[in-house]
């Protein structure tokens, strides 16, 4: 079964840091690109940041590029967004895409997400 399930998410100041990890199982995570991916209520999907096979190409929304750092660990088949410097902006369900061409738009697999609100 094909699991992707995401962790760390919970409520923080504005300033503070969180680190989630998106831990992947029953499929070989070293063969798939990988992308955050987060929601704010009424809104639509955006993508955050996104991370190749390899993790040597990496990309970053603007809105977060010098706050957040994506990594990956494939021999733990596990991703990480480290997030520093948060604003209540970044409040949203936070999830994981797996894809075998891309993560983004389209994925191959998507975790459930967890949620991260920044308020004071």
């Known amino acids: 079964e094909v699991q992707l399930v995401e962790s760390g998410g919970g409520l923080v100041q504005p300033g503070g840091s969180l680190r989630l990890s998106c831990g992947a199982s029953?499929?070989?995570?070293?063969?798939?690109?990988m992308s955050w991916v987060r929601q704010a209520p009424g809104k639509g999907p955006e993508r955050v940041s996104s991370i190749d096979r390899g993790g040597g190409s990496i990309y970053y929304a603007d809105s977060v590029k010098g706050r957040f750092t994506i990594s990956r660990d494939n021999a733990k088949a596990t991703m990480y967004l480290q997030m520093n410097s948060l604003k209540p902006e970044d409040t949203g369900v936070y999830y994981c895409?797996?894809?075998?061409?891309?993560?983004?738009?389209?994925?191959?697999?998507r975790g459930q997400g967890t949620q991260v609100t920044v308020s004071s």
């Open positions: 895409a797996a894809g075998l061409a891309s993560s983004w738009p389209d994925n191959n697999y």
């Open positions: 029953g499929f070989t995570f070293g063969m798939f690109h």
